[in-house]
């Protein structure tokens, strides 16, 4: 089969190869011929080194198709079904997943130091367990959610990352109120799925701040009643709020100095929610006597900041029923020979979610 393959950390190209071979479909594992698979930003991560992956490996989790082999021991699937690929399944016993966190379920690592696939006697990794920029994967069977067969593969890819991570932020994290003030700094996928989500919980007043201007018109379009540049969030906040700030700020570009942004703009009493996936050594720095005076809230939330497949069934009939916009978010469709270009896309903030078929 072929497969978008990084072959050193650092690389900004990926290398398409055909004749890379998935390892047998074992006990408790399913083979998944890929149909769709959508770009992240955590890709671009990967590859550069910011999030921790070994290489070589093939990036994407984001990702839905359909089972075409099921391993010994497996229940729930069957070949033909229809899934999304989730990157970090709650393992459902451990006590993480009793409390309700499954997204903060460990089990799943377990998975990651394992080599996906093979390619000229060498191995090489997916990213995350799962690697869905390849047509075929082997994965854990906790890591496909079955789906109905209304869903389109490009809507279930975009549900496997982005979309429950940023409509999650807003529903589960923050819990946002209706009626309230939110700011959301960065703009590219998941930011729009938090402004969505924001929307949906029924806030008032939503500000997207972006230095790209393509990302504030995507803003607008999917909920944002008014989109900035960083330099104009302080005049910005004095005409939204008085200057009190807003009641929640969302940071979600995973930089310590956005984090600070999005501190300085939430009030006192609010919730700062830090959604971005940042560096190990990027250090977020506070003073003790404003954490303790300004009784700002600091939530950090992974994978949508509750139990991952939950969300992930909310997303759907929120999607279903019209409320979120998921078709919307996908501004282009390419081939995987195409996936370089994608990529550049996405560095430039020319393209707000790509998605690879893989047909």
Request: charged share 20%; with cysteine; glycine share 14%.
């Amino acid at each position: 089969m072929r497969a978008a393959v990084l072959h050193e950390t650092g690389q900004e190209k990926l290398e398409v190869h055909d004749g890379v071979d998935v390892p047998a479909t074992g006990p408790g594992k399913v083979r998944v011929r890929m149909k769709a698979a959508s770009l992240c930003h955590s890709d671009l991560s990967a590859m550069s080194g910011v999030l921790p992956q070994p290489a070589p490996f093939v990036p994407g989790h984001e990702g839905a198709g359909e089972v075409t082999e099921v391993g010994e021991g497996v229940e729930g699937l069957a070949v033909g079904d229809r899934v999304i690929v989730c990157w970090m399944p709650p393992c459902g016993t451990c006590s993480a997943c009793r409390r309700g966190e499954g997204n903060l379920c460990l089990a799943a690592f377990m998975n990651m130091g394992t080599p996906s696939y093979t390619h000229q006697g060498k191995d090489i990794f997916g990213f995350s367990a799962t690697g869905t920029f390849a047509e075929e994967s082997v994965i854990a069977a906790g890591c496909a959610f079955k789906i109905p067969d209304d869903v389109p593969y490009e809507v279930a890819a975009l549900i496997g990352c982005g979309v429950t991570t940023g409509v999650g932020a807003a529903i589960n994290t923050a819990k946002v109120e209706p009626g309230s003030s939110v700011v959301v700094v960065g703009c590219g996928g998941v930011g729009i799925a938090a402004i969505q989500g924001a929307k949906v919980a029924g806030a008032a007043q939503i500000l997207a701040v972006d230095p790209v201007a393509g990302r504030r018109e995507w803003a607008l379009r999917f909920g944002a009643t008014e989109a900035v540049h960083p330099d104009q969030l302080d005049e910005a906040k004095n005409r939204i709020t008085g200057g009190e700030g807003f009641d929640y700020a969302f940071e979600v570009v995973g930089r310590s100095a956005t984090v600070r942004t999005a501190y300085d703009a939430t009030r006192r009493g609010g919730a700062l929610v830090v959604v971005g996936a940042g560096a190990m050594d990027d250090m977020a720095q506070f003073n003790m006597f404003e954490l303790f005076f300004n009784e700002k809230r600091i939530l950090p939330s992974l994978y949508g900041g509750s139990d991952v497949l939950a969300t992930y069934r909310t997303v759907l009939e929120l999607w279903r029923a019209g409320r979120l916009d998921l078709e919307g978010m996908v501004t282009h469709h390419v081939r995987l020979e195409a996936v370089n270009d994608a990529l550049q896309q996405m560095r430039t903030g020319e393209a707000l979610r790509t998605v690879i078929d893989l047909g």
